[in-house]
């Protein structure tokens, strides 16, 4: 009985024994709550200092070079990719009408040129005889009537030399005007650039206005870009920004801006705000998204 008894006790104090060392362990484990996947992440304060605004990479000189008159397309000088300078010829458009006509028409001026000169040859003949006509009327040897049929002879002949005069302006006028549309048939650069898309073909006809070339200039890089209105006042001309493109990931650049808006877009509530790239553009070119980090006003 007694031997019994005495393994109850141990029993009964080794369970306690144990349950007091599992109350400590289940109370530490439950002191650490476990991280709710909802809870918000802690923000980089670089971020929080700074607004990413995005928009493509632009020139200034970017333009579709479109016939001036209508023709056919006789030769094509370069292809997409060539590089160009003001004046090079792009294309030829049929000329050979527009120079028949410009070459009548210089005959026309030259003819006209001719005639001038012998109206006014004939004029100073004219007013010789006016000036012995003149003599003989103060000496008494002709009539009043012959000295002014000289008189009015001389001076209808000056009127001739400026009718002549006017028509040979007017030819000159006629031959400039074929002039220029025969430089017309003359596709041309504008400014230097790269040729960045060819629509003409040999032998298609074009009106005017339609669209021939597509030239880009290579630099300098623009970026323009749009910001919250609360930025008024907080972006400066000749600030220097951070630059960079998802297109070049190594290329980091610093900007210049050389334009902001000084008014607001009331139907967006932002300012217009313009970039230029400072130095080489690292294989950045047009039409590339590129990106700033606008410092937020404090």
């Known amino acids: 009985m007694k ?56 020139v200034e000189n970017q333009v579709d070079v479109a016939a001036q008159r209508e023709g056919v397309v006789s030769s094509i000088q370069v292809e997409a990719g060539a590089h160009v300078h003001p004046g090079d010829l792009l294309a030829q458009l049929d000329d050979r009408q527009v120079a028949a006509d410009l070459e009548a028409a210089k005959a026309h001026t030259r003819s006209t040129a001719a005639d001038l000169h012998n109206w006014e040859a004939e004029a100073k003949v004219l007013d010789s005889d006016l000036q012995r006509a003149q003599k003989m009327w103060d000496a008494g040897l002709i009539t009043k009537e012959q000295f002014e049929h000289a008189k009015y002879k001389a001076e209808s002949d000056h009127w001739d030399v400026e009718r002549v005069k006017e028509t040979l302006t007017n030819a000159e006028a006629s031959e400039r005007s074929l002039s220029l549309e025969l430089e017309k048939t003359r596709i041309r650069a504008p400014f230097d650039g790269v040729v960045a898309r060819r629509y003409a073909r040999v032998g298609q006809t074009v009106a005017s206005g339609d669209r021939l070339f597509w030239v880009s200039a290579e630099g300098p890089l623009r970026l323009r870009f749009t910001l ?4 008024l006042g907080h972006v400066a001309t000749g600030e220097s920004l951070e630059l960079f493109s998802p297109d070049v990931p190594d290329a980091h650049q610093q900007v210049r801006v050389i334009e902001v808006s000084p008014v607001v877009d009331p139907s967006s509530g932002t300012i217009e705000v313009l970039c230029q790239i400072v130095g080489a553009p690292q294989r950045l070119r047009p039409g590339m998204q590129a990106s700033v980090r606008v410092p937020k006003p404090q």
């Open 3 to 58: 031997l019994a008894l005495f393994a109850v006790l141990v029993a009964v104090t080794g369970l306690e024994i144990a349950c007091s060392d599992d109350r400590p362990t289940v109370a530490a484990a439950s002191s650490v709550a476990p991280a709710s996947p909802s809870d918000p992440q802690p923000t980089s304060p670089r971020a929080e200092a700074f607004l990413i605004a995005s928009g493509p990479l632009v």
């Open 228 to 231: 919250p209105e609360t930025f």
